[in-house]
DNA sequence: ACCCAGGAAATTC
DNA sequence: GAATTTCATGGG
């Protein structure tokens, strides 16, 4: 029913941009082409020749669309910029410069990330699916929407043990209590001081600096943020010795999304 | 069988 | 206060 057409879109990769980490809920499909769910909506999205498609069963907002994936941003004149601060993040930039920091619901970024926690990313991604299959709104025989804080904030840990998530379980029942009663209200953490917003998401238990890093980065596309992972403190002490990851200015979030990615594709570096 | 994962809380020193 | 241990689960 709905179709979007984006052209002129460049640089970007929809691998890249997908399945870099930062989203746990998109699939690839054998054409090339991945499918996901946004805001509740299932949606396939195809990228050739610089035309970014995007399909649906669903009507589509073409500003939601293009808001989530980041479009009116001038990534090459960013990654251009970035590529002067250092030998290793302009490798980093031309090997994983198709990426973009998607837009997505903070809610969802905000539990996501909580799972992410000493976790790898495909057990990441089985347990998002089993938390949208058991919790979320049923979209169509294969699809859920991403549960809200209300649903989750009325769940008990028992209740959650079929997402297999562990330890995490109570730290997703307290963050949607949180969001859900008020006492955190995510969309402010847009505009609010940094080191305020994170110390805002640090009241939740199971939200340390990573996590809240992670939250905004994805969740509030505050492209400041430069979460740092066991990945990314790796990257740091053997490519960028003497770097602690604040010396990458407003958009440190895309190059911090450069250096992980090329960082998880080159392994042989640190041996 | 073993090691580790996009960490943070709990405990111990 | 800083360093270490524990936490639940399963991918590789």
Redesign the pocket.
Known sequence: MGKLVFENVSPFDLAQTLD???SFRWNENSDGTFTGVVKGIVATAKYENGELTIESGFELSEKMWESYFDLGLDYGKIRDDLSKMHPVLKEASEYAGGIRILNQEPFEALIT??I?????????K?IVQRLCENFGEKIDETHYAFPGAERLSSLSVDDL?VI??????R?IIDAAKRVHSGEIDLSKLRTMDYLDAQKEL?K???????????VL??GLHRLES???????K?ALSVLFEGYKGDEFGLYGGIA??YI??YS?HHKELFD
């Open positions: 870099c980490g930062q990330f909580i992410s926690q000493n976790n790898n990313i495909s057990r990441i089985g043990a297999r998530a562990g330890f995490r379980h730290y640090m939740i238990t199971g939200v340390g600096v990573k996590v809240a890093d992670c980065l994805y430069f979460p740092l992972d066991v990945w990314m790796r911090q999304q992980f990615h998880r």
